[in-house]
């Protein structure tokens, strides 16, 4: 069920431009603006950041476009988005789960070919009746952080040039019956190409003296001109590696290439890993077991198959923390894309991890999610056999082989709300650089490169 949200104001709908006006339309709006016309709230422009967003996908904007969405179109996916896809799942008579498809996005395209290409108009009563249904990400960065959001949309087909459109809107807060807190939306559409010519405007719409934070939503591309120039203007490069599907090894060594070259990255992905890395901390709190963790030297992280990014980054944390030095690496062709890993500890000792992709029903919100991990030693006389398991899936395969009876099992608590849209949320508050993120993905890179 969708959560419900406090109104938008908007003091723009979404307006086609052209290129050259969109500073001079974004300043109309505000000079335009009149207290009392809003229940003599103040409203109060983007004064934090501009967050430029990267979209490869058309979803939102093909909703927009055939009215089942009207909330800004930003390219930052959350429930009012997902609200919009039931009503067009609904309106196309196709299964309703709120997940884009390529049967949904087939049917707006056909549906918007048939208008030749004109969106539906207000006066057309839009299918999607309400933003009430509910809330954007996008509402909670603007009520926290009133900022410019600048999002570019990649399209397939004949170079015709760039499109613009601004907008801007104003959730509503409760806090502060007097105020509204904005934010400003630029969005540019058009091929690789052309979004490439203009990317020397694109930097010019950076608001001057503020953060510039780029969420790149797809997978990092170092030879493309429009990457590398958005790469060096950016303060935070946001990513996240469970889109990285297709070959997510090579991808996350691009991660840790930039990370070597001074760009200040962040993998939402590695957020998800928080609540393992801790429980696996505080299972060596205790004053008996505080040695013990000198004596693991065998690993088993079992994942989601079809994405390993989480399991090698958290096989990279642990190296970083235990000092580990990667020496080989073996990966076995079998049904669970098993492969072993091994490592050389500071005195000596070899240590073997195995990681191993576990065929999942139904996929979650992310692809490639931990399951278990279990920490042991060859030492039998060692207290540090530990057991972790995911809340929903359990340790399957660690359970199955009964090697879990001497072992302290928990159970991890991941976060409430594993979204990326979430995540992004939560870091805009703390941009900077992750030390200890980059400290393991330097191990993980060397993982890979065995």
Known sequence: MA?????????????????NEIEQELNQIWQSYSPK???????TRATTFTLIVYEPEETQRLLAMMGFYTGPVDGIDGPRTEAAIRA???AYKLPIDGKSSSELLTKLREDLAKRKGEPVQESDAPRYASDAAGSGIADVVASQNPCRIISLFPIAGEDEGVSAQVSAYCPINHRSQASLI???????KGTEAALERVSDMTSSLLISELPRIVWWKGTPNLDQGLFQRLA???????FDSSRFTADTEGDLLKLSSLIDDGVPVTDLNWRRLAAWQELAAETFDAPGRREAIWEVDRVVID???????QALMYLG???SRLGWEPTSRKNEDDFYDLQRVYFTAANGREIEAELAGIPTAEIGEVKGDMVSLKLSSTNLEADCCTVLCSGTTGCMRMEAGG??????????????DQKAETLLSEQLQRVGQDVLYEESMAVTAKIIKL
Do not use: F, R
């Open 88 to 90: 067009a799942q609904a």
């Open 303 to 309: 994942y989601e198959k079809g994405n390993p990014a």
């Open 403 to 416: 090697g879990a009876q001497n072992c302290q099992i928990n159970q991890v608590t991941p976060l409430n």
């Open 317 to 319: 944390w642990l190296a």
């Open 3 to 19: 959560t419900k949200t406090a109104p938008l104001v908007s003091l723009q709908a979404p307006k086609d431009v052209s290129l």
């Open 232 to 238: 060096k203007l950016s303060n935070q490069l946001i």
């Open 37 to 43: 016309d809003h229940s003599s709230m103040v409203a």
């Open 182 to 188: 904005c934010c400003e939306y630029i969005s540019l």
